[in-house]
């Protein structure tokens, strides 16, 4: 893994965090326990702040990057991403919010300034614009990303589901680097 400070802030990493070897982690991010980043996954918190929760598993080829403070924005928009959540692969979060309990499909989008809330699904492929609200409670799919019907209760226990089993696989992957890591002495 690459993690690299700039500008006097380097990443911080809660307890049991996995990153993969070919990831890169620039800056002021915090990502908390248990969560996980994947191969070819960028986190460039170079200009504004990266915040990721717990249990948040953030898959292959996601890119995660913030809107830096301008005369067009003066605050500019940090990237946060709550607990429980899962980030598909070739995902692009670019200066947005999003909630605990969120499924962010594989190939998504989303936008500055966009919020989403908790226990959302957001369908492969999709579009979230700049400064769009996905209410709780809801699926979404397209591009511009279009509220399609209530999640179930099924859905709804998937969230914690996702989080728990990328937890474990996580785990798996660190048991494997410190036995390697034993292995070499």
Not at 41 to 63: E, F, L, P
Not at 85 to 114: E, F, P, R, Y
Request: contains cysteine.
């Amino acid at each position: 893994m690459v993690m690299r400070s700039f500008r006097g802030k380097t990443p911080q990493l809660g307890q049991r965090v996995w990153i993969d070897e070919n990831a890169v982690v620039i800056g002021d991010v915090q990502i908390g326990d248990d969560s996980s980043v994947w191969p070819l996954v960028a986190i460039r918190g170079d200009m504004h702040s990266i915040r990721i929760g717990a249990r948040t598993s953030i898959q292959d080829n996601s890119c995660l990057h913030i809107t830096h403070a301008s005369s067009y924005k003066p605050e500019g928009h940090p990237l946060v991403i709550g607990d429980d959540v899962t980030v598909g692969h070739m995902a692009m979060l670019h200066g947005c919010q999003i909630g605990n309990k969120v499924l962010v499909g594989m190939g998504t989008t989303i936008l500055d300034g966009a919020v989403i809330e908790d226990e959302v699904i957001i369908g492969a492929g999709s579009l979230v614009p700049p400064g769009k609200v996905l209410e709780s409670g809801f699926m979404y799919l397209g591009s511009p990303a279009k509220k399609v019907r209530p999640l179930s209760e099924k859905e709804i226990e998937y969230f914690q589901y996702a989080g728990l089993n990328y937890v474990k696989l996580k785990d798996e992957y660190l048991a494997e680097r410190e036995l390697s890591a034993t292995n070499k002495d």
